[in-house]
């Protein structure tokens, strides 16, 4: 069995700022099977890259995230909070990659770009104020770039994330051959362990839920799911996944995570 899936966990964003195109790039750069991110709507309906949601930890902004126009956040500065961007390396010089709003189109552009596979897990958040607007504008976005539909030799692979239930069933809904992704902080009361709602084939628990169940990863792998552990980047608890037999590992710092499983499986 080969290695888990590397996804870089908002970009490489141990050492760049979290969902900055240049965080992406470096992910990419490093070898990362794929990219996470978690996205918002804006007032004016556009989807965002950005986790919390207030703006005041990742920018210069102040206040809610869906209160902004796109133009509005796009004169906010995502980067200088991060240590990367205090003190520039050498001669590296900080362009805006490193400080500008990453919007989902930028991002599935550039990994459109990237001229090779490249998986991209998509996080929509809840609650948020525009409730169900966030998946239909997710849909429709996908769609204008042909990704609602697994395409066989295509590089650009989208599976949609979320921690809620009613997320993961419109997802479903909208467009049932999208692959979803149910994010665990607990076990689900509801539900018999290791099995998953929706026609929903890939679950993601987190790695605090991994540590203390450890009955968790075979009742889904033996129920014929994937898993997806976040955020995995203590090199014991990579050991851990690893040898539990996961699927994808997400991760704040990709090339870490990439030559400590390669580490352990045949190339
Ligand atoms: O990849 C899932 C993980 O990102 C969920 O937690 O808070 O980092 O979005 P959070
Ligand atoms: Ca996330």
Redesign the pocket.
């Known amino acids: 069995m080969g290695r888990p899936l590397v996804?870089a966990?908002?970009g490489a964003s141990y050492d760049l700022p979290e969902h900055t195109l240049a965080a992406y790039l470096r992910a990419l750069d490093e070898g990362a099977d794929g990219l996470?991110c978690?996205v918002r709507l804006t007032r004016d309906g556009h989807l965002v890259c950005v986790?919390d949601r207030r703006l005041d930890r990742t920018s210069n902004g102040r206040g809610r995230v869906s209160g902004r126009t796109l133009a509005e956040l796009e004169a906010l500065d995502f980067g200088s909070w991060h240590p990367s961007c205090a003190l520039p390396d050498g001669d590296e010089v900080l362009d805006e990659s490193h400080t500008r709003l990453l919007t989902l189109e930028r991002l599935l552009d550039a990994v459109l770009a990237a001229g090779r596979p490249v998986r991209l897990?998509v996080?929509t958040?809840h609650p948020a104020r525009h409730g169900r607007d966030v998946e239909r504008r997710l849909v429709t976005l996908l769609r204008r770039y042909g990704l609602t539909e697994p395409r066989p030799g295509h590089p650009v692979q989208v599976t949609v994330?979320s921690?809620s239930l009613l997320a993961v069933r419109r997802i479903r809904e909208l467009t049932p051959a999208l692959p979803t992704?149910l994010?665990l902080?607990a076990l689900p009361g509801r539900l018999r362990l290791g099995r998953l709602p929706f026609g929903t084939r890939i679950a993601?628990p987190?790695i605090v839920l991994v540590r203390a169940r450890p009955d968790l990863v075979p009742a889904l792998r033996a129920a014929g799911n994937q898993v997806?552990v976040?955020?995995v980047n203590d090199p014991a608890d990579l050991d851990l996944v690893a040898a539990a037999g996961v699927d994808g590992v997400?991760t704040d710092r990709p090339a870490q995570a990439l030559a400590r499983l390669s580490e352990g499986s045949p190339s």
Request: glycine letters at 10%; proline letters at 0%; charged letters at 30%.
């Open positions: 996804f966990h908002r996470e978690d986790h897990l996080e958040k994330m921690f992704v994010l902080e993601g987190g997806y976040w955020t997400i």
